[in-house]
């Protein structure tokens, strides 16, 4: 069953179709329906500490819907033929009934959930109702609204552990979501013992789909991440939750003096850099220096050629012009700026929860920009560094990780540290 979930988050509006009943014992009662119906257009951007983009859900051929009246206790299954949902089965009632449509099923198991943002539409509640009483002989027209809501967990550091459990205000572990044809919605099923959402190890960004409407509190393992209000999380919508901060400040000793210093982190998993450079220029020897002997103290270091891997590049031939350098986004974009009248580069974080942070290398006076990485190069006597060289035009001419720098000799390359843990 596949769902089509992208990051431009919308519920656009779809014709969706059939809905039917469970089996009645009159013998005149015709089998067969189509049903007819609409994911309602809401405004789906929410958030608790942040949001972007957008998304749209959609159904797919062969996506199945449970559709069940109160004339019956059984759920009829219909299927999308590209068009509307259709079952073979469905039977019609005799007597006019209050009909209810329900995606993916009538029961939604919300354990252990991949993660993956491709899947949340496997789990993606969905639910409503025909508009007043019907045999179903005309088929069925139902408007379906979501039911749930989804958290996007970004996961900072590379050594997170994630074990999202979720409880209701009653102190319960939610586990699923079953069909009630009575309030055309979902009751949320709970468990007296720990029932983990999501379990996964590592950085990134993860998805979950939780119940809307229902005050829930938000746990990584045992740690509280958020608890919201009484009116629960709003159906439709995501929200953004991270295991860490990703911008913040720590002590650098420098000349024996502690200076604050504010740090960015472009991507999950990646380094925290400084937002400024070391005040001079630095040897690979002070480079390199461990511990209290850095320039900055024991809190930081030089990034390692790992570390300074923003983006990919590539050298194309330009006719007239000899080559160019084109980059593309890998941990994050870049672009050539100005700023405070220095030409350097800006680069702009990619991933969900990072799009709003953004990190500055200022080239020198000549628009040439090198700096130390802590990683020895593959020939003998060298160091690697980042460099780059930005035109008076703007025009981004050099643009070399792993550039091989004497690191034998006192030459002095600038410096971008990073947090040391």
Same mark, same amino acid.
């Given at each position: 069953? +596949?769902?089509?979930?992208?990051?431009?988050?919308?519920?656009?509006?779809?014709?969706?179709?059939?809905?039917?009943?469970? =089996?009645?014992?009159?013998?005149?009662?015709?089998?067969?329906?189509?049903?007819?119906?609409?994911?309602?257009?809401?405004?789906?951007?929410?958030?608790?500490? /942040?949001?972007?983009?957008?998304?749209?859900?959609?159904?797919?051929?062969? =996506?199945?819907? +449970?559709?069940?009246?109160?004339?019956?206790?059984?759920?009829?299954?219909?299927?999308?033929?590209?068009?509307?949902?259709?079952?073979?089965?469905?039977?019609?009632?005799?007597?006019?009934?209050? !009909?209810?449509?329900?995606?993916?099923?009538?029961?939604?198991?919300?354990?252990?959930?991949?993660?993956?943002?491709?899947?949340?539409?496997?789990?993606?509640?969905?639910?409503?109702?025909?508009?007043?009483?019907?045999?179903?002989?005309?088929?069925?027209?139902?408007?379906?609204?979501? +039911?749930?809501?989804?958290?996007?967990?970004?996961?900072?550091?590379?050594?997170?552990?994630? /074990?999202?459990?979720?409880?209701?205000?009653?102190?319960?572990?939610?586990?699923?979501?079953?069909?009630?044809?009575?309030?055309?919605?979902?009751?949320?099923?709970?468990?007296?013992?720990?029932?983990?959402?999501?379990?996964?190890?590592?950085?990134?960004?993860?998805?979950?789909?939780?119940?809307?409407?229902?005050?829930?509190?938000?746990?990584?393992?045992?740690?509280?991440?958020?608890?919201?209000?009484?009116?629960?999380?709003?159906?439709?919508?995501?929200?953004?939750?991270?295991?860490?901060?990703?911008?913040?400040?720590?002590?650098?000793?420098?000349?024996?003096?502690?200076?604050?210093?504010?740090? *960015?982190?472009?991507?999950?998993?990646?380094?925290?850099?400084?937002?400024?450079?070391?005040?001079?220029?630095?040897? !690979?020897?002070?480079?390199?220096?461990?511990?209290? =002997?850095?320039?900055?103290?024991?809190?930081?270091?030089?990034?390692?050629?790992?570390?300074?891997?923003?983006?990919?590049?590539?050298?194309?031939?330009?006719?007239?012009?000899? %080559?160019?350098?084109?980059?593309?986004?890998?941990?994050?974009? *870049?672009?050539?700026?100005?700023?405070?009248?220095?030409?350097?580069?800006?680069?702009?974080?990619?991933?969900?929860?990072?799009? =709003?942070?953004?990190?500055?290398?200022?080239?020198?006076?000549?628009?040439?920009?090198? %700096?130390?990485?802590?990683?020895?190069?593959?020939?003998?006597? %060298?160091?690697?560094?980042?460099?780059?060289?930005?035109?008076?035009?703007?025009?981004?001419?050099?643009?070399?990780?792993?550039?091989?720098?004497?690191?034998?000799?006192?030459?002095?390359?600038?410096?971008?540290?990073?947090?040391?843990?």
């Amino acid at each position: 069953m +596949k769902k089509i979930l992208y990051s431009v988050f919308m519920l656009a509006t779809m014709v969706l179709a059939a809905c039917s009943s469970d =089996d009645t014992t009159e013998p005149v009662v015709k089998r067969g329906m189509v049903l007819k119906a609409n994911v309602e257009d809401t405004d789906t951007r929410a958030t608790l500490t /942040d949001t972007e983009g957008k998304w749209k859900f959609a159904f797919a051929k062969n =996506d199945m819907v +449970k559709v069940g009246n109160n004339k019956v206790e059984s759920y009829y299954t219909f299927k999308n033929n590209g068009t509307v949902f259709e079952s073979t089965d469905a039977k019609q009632t005799a007597e006019a009934a209050n !009909w209810c449509a329900f995606f993916p099923g009538e029961t939604i198991d919300l354990r252990n959930q991949s993660g993956n943002f491709a899947d949340v539409a496997n789990k993606y509640a969905l639910a409503g109702a025909t508009a007043s009483a019907t045999t179903g002989s005309d088929g069925l027209t139902v408007t379906m609204k979501a +039911k749930a809501a989804v958290l996007r967990i970004v996961g900072v550091n590379k050594d997170d552990i994630l /074990d999202i459990n979720v409880k209701t205000a009653d102190g319960k572990y939610v586990s699923g979501l079953t069909a009630d044809k009575k309030s055309a919605g979902f009751k949320v099923d709970k468990s007296d013992t720990k029932v983990s959402l999501l379990s996964k190890q590592g950085a990134g960004v993860y998805y979950v789909v939780v119940p809307a409407g229902e005050k829930l509190s938000v746990y990584n393992g045992t740690k509280l991440m958020k608890t919201t209000k009484d009116a629960g999380l709003t159906a439709g919508k995501y929200y953004t939750l991270y295991t860490g901060d990703r911008e913040g400040d720590e002590y650098a000793t420098i000349n024996g003096v502690e200076i604050k210093k504010h740090w *960015v982190q472009l991507w999950a998993g990646g380094p925290k850099f400084a937002t400024e450079n070391v005040a001079k220029t630095l040897n !690979w020897s002070e480079a390199t220096a461990k511990g209290s =002997d850095y320039e900055w103290g024991a809190n930081w270091r030089t990034p390692t050629k790992e570390e300074m891997n923003f983006v990919n590049y590539n050298y194309i031939y330009h006719d007239g012009f000899g %080559y160019i350098v084109v980059v593309d986004p890998l941990n994050t974009k *870049v672009e050539v700026q100005v700023q405070d009248g220095v030409r350097g580069l800006l680069y702009t974080g990619i991933q969900p929860g990072y799009t =709003d942070k953004t990190l500055f290398l200022p080239a020198d006076s000549k628009g040439n920009g090198v %700096y130390w990485t802590s990683t020895l190069s593959e020939v003998k006597g %060298y160091g690697t560094s980042l460099d780059f060289n930005i035109e008076e035009s703007s025009t981004l001419r050099l643009y070399h990780l792993s550039g091989q720098t004497y690191a034998a000799t006192n030459t002095k390359y600038l410096v971008r540290p990073v947090l040391a843990k």
